[in-house]
């Protein structure tokens, strides 16, 4: 294509043609001339500069502070005056200048040239205008350029849409290549398109993960939220209570409790009812970590601090800042530890390993064991003065044994989410099961409910649980004292046994039609129900 078409399809007319014609025969006789600009030190510069915005541009994502760099570049080695970049704001489609340079760059913000940059960004097609004097949307107002200076504005577009463009003001010079400058930068302006493209992608992606982790937060904390907490009676209810008044503060909360009780839950529901649920709840099984670890789990350590800490490391204290720390098992943390942690309560500070200064820390801190901390401190094991600053305010997690009204719930809250999980449809707990639920100890407490229901729902074949699908430390002390001996005869009976009393309690107590269920005669059923003493008086 001959210059002067080229040159009209990029230079948009708002002008004059003349002045277009006037590039192009600039352009020609230019050539002949080996101007500055088209000199082989001209094209040698080009190239360098070339690599050094792509330096730039690459060596950081955040576009704030390449893209001044880039537009030093072009002011040092490319006769710019001012330069500017103005971007396409995603959302609101409106054009904002997101880097600007020049003796007046500040001014360069708010001044001339935004029709003509517009222009560009909406047409995609670059603007040449040689003399900056002869184009009244680029006049300052009030203001006459002491020197006569040429405008260049190309577009920066990613995927051929332009998302914003390069507008630099060149000194101005008569046998200026205006094709080739004009070349140069749009070279420029495609590399920073690339650099707003791979900026917008990580932001995009920063968005994303942000946002995902604002809903598994929210997830979480709903999770947490206290309807999730099943049981009612007195004594859980009582606990709940604790729970809502320490959540309000940030004092320390100590959680005691047997094995299973739900320690950890109450942890969880404390973190998630206060002001600092959106921050991080961090967890620390002080059993599960060696002793050697504990330390730098907890602190962190610096750099060089022992063989192997190559890079500085934050700490659980460091990394919970704002939020919760979740000591559990403290009552198995050594005495060297103890001593660290009391500090930490009482200054309100840590010191990383290896490290001099100190870091604040703004936690609240939660403890819980099962183990007895009185018994430890008059054993010698855990410090009485930590004891007393953990003691502050003290939840116990009560026994299952203690709470029976709550099994039943439990159990089918349980039920409900194993039979989800393992896509079977159990619809309920027959009556002699619930019976062997209700009058057992629990000495695991919920956890050993859980794993007790879960394991029913997996060797459960049909829709209802029943005593044999339980296992054979919930029979009844008679029952599993003649189950070795009497095995089978026992198992049928109390399968049988059953299913007759699920069969009473579908048809509410009413043996005619429990007989017509089971296939069998009302008279056989009546001499099972008298074998196996069951009261059907209890189904009505
Ligand atoms: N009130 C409750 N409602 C629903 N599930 C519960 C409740 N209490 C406990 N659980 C469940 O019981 C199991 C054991 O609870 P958790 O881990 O909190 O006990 P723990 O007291 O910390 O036990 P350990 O001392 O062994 O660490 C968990 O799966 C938990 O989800
Ligand atoms: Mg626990």
């Not at 080996?34 to 094209?43: I, Q, R």
């Not at 760099?69 to 409106?94: G, K, M, N, P, Q």
């Not at 404390?270 to 970590?289: D, M, Q, T």
Request: charged share 25%.
């Amino acid at each position: 294509m001959p210059l002067a078409e080229r040159l009209k399809a990029t230079t948009i007319s708002w002008h004059s043609t003349m002045l277009i014609d006037e590039i192009v025969s600039r352009g020609r006789k230019g050539a002949a001339h080996a101007a500055d600009d088209g000199a082989p030190t001209g094209e040698i510069r080009k190239l360098s500069s070339l690599i050094d915005i792509s330096q730039a541009l690459s060596a950081t994502l955040n576009l704030n502070a390449s893209l001044p760099s880039v537009l030093d570049i072009l002011e040092r080695h490319h006769s710019v005056v001012r330069a500017s970049v103005t971007l396409v704001d995603e959302e609101t489609s409106d054009l904002y200048v997101k880097a600007a340079s020049g003796p007046d760059g500040h001014r360069a913000r708010s001044k001339g040239g935004e029709g003509i940059v517009g222009r560009v960004i909406e047409t995609g097609k670059a603007i040449v205008v040689p003399q900056v004097s002869h184009e009244p949307q680029l006049q300052e107002k009030g203001r006459r350029s002491e020197r006569e200076l040429s405008y260049i504005c190309v577009p920066v577009s990613i995927s051929r849409k332009p998302v914003g463009a390069l507008a630099v003001y060149l000194s101005y010079k008569r046998d200026r290549h205006y094709d080739r400058s004009l070349k140069f930068f749009r070279v420029v302006g495609s590399m920073i398109a690339q650099a707003v493209k791979v900026s917008r992608l990580a932001e995009a992606e920063k968005r994303r993960l942000v946002e995902e982790n604002t809903h598994l937060r929210d997830e979480l904390r709903d999770r947490y939220a206290f309807r999730h907490l099943i049981g009612n009676s007195a004594p859980i209810k009582a606990v709940y209570e604790q729970v809502a008044q320490v959540a309000r503060t940030n004092t320390t909360a100590l959680i005691r409790g047997e094995s299973g009780t739900g320690k950890e839950m109450v942890a969880h529901a404390i973190h998630y009812n206060s002001p600092r649920a959106r921050k991080p709840f961090i967890k620390v099984s002080c059993a599960a970590l060696p002793e050697s670890l504990i330390e730098s789990e907890l602190f962190g350590y610096e750099k060089g601090a022992f063989t192997g800490a190559t890079t500085q490391k934050k700490g659980r204290f460091e990394l919970a800042d704002g939020g919760t720390l979740f000591l559990d098992e403290i009552g198995d943390v050594n005495l060297a530890t103890q001593v660290k942690l009391l500090r930490v309560l009482q200054e309100r500070e840590i010191e990383r390993l290896g490290g001099t200064s100190t870091v604040r820390i703004n936690v609240r801190l939660i403890v819980a064991t099962h183990r007895p901390l009185e018994k430890l401190i008059a054993e010698g094991t855990f410090r009485e003065d930590l004891f007393y600053r953990l003691n502050v305010f003290t939840i116990y997690a009560p026994p299952l044994r203690e709470r029976v009204p709550d099994i039943m719930l439990l159990a089918d809250h349980f039920l409900e989410k194993y039979a989800v999980e393992h896509r079977k449809h159990i619809k309920r707990i027959s009556t002699p099961a619930i019976d062997m639920l209700t009058s057992y100890h629990w000495p695991g407490n919920v956890r050993e409910l859980e794993n007790t229901i879960e394991r029913a729902v997996l060797v459960c074949e049909g829709s209802v649980i029943h005593g044999h699908h339980l296992p054979p430390t919930l029979q009844t002390a008679e029952a599993s004292d003649t189950l070795p001996r009497a095995a089978l005869a026992e198992t049928v009976g109390a399968f049988e046994s059953d299913l007759i009393q699920d069969a009473l309690k579908t048809t509410r107590g009413n043996r005619a039609r429990a007989a017509r269920l089971l296939h069998t005669t009302e008279r056989i059923l009546g001499y099972k129900i008298q074998k196996y003493r069951i009261d059907c008086t209890r189904f009505r």
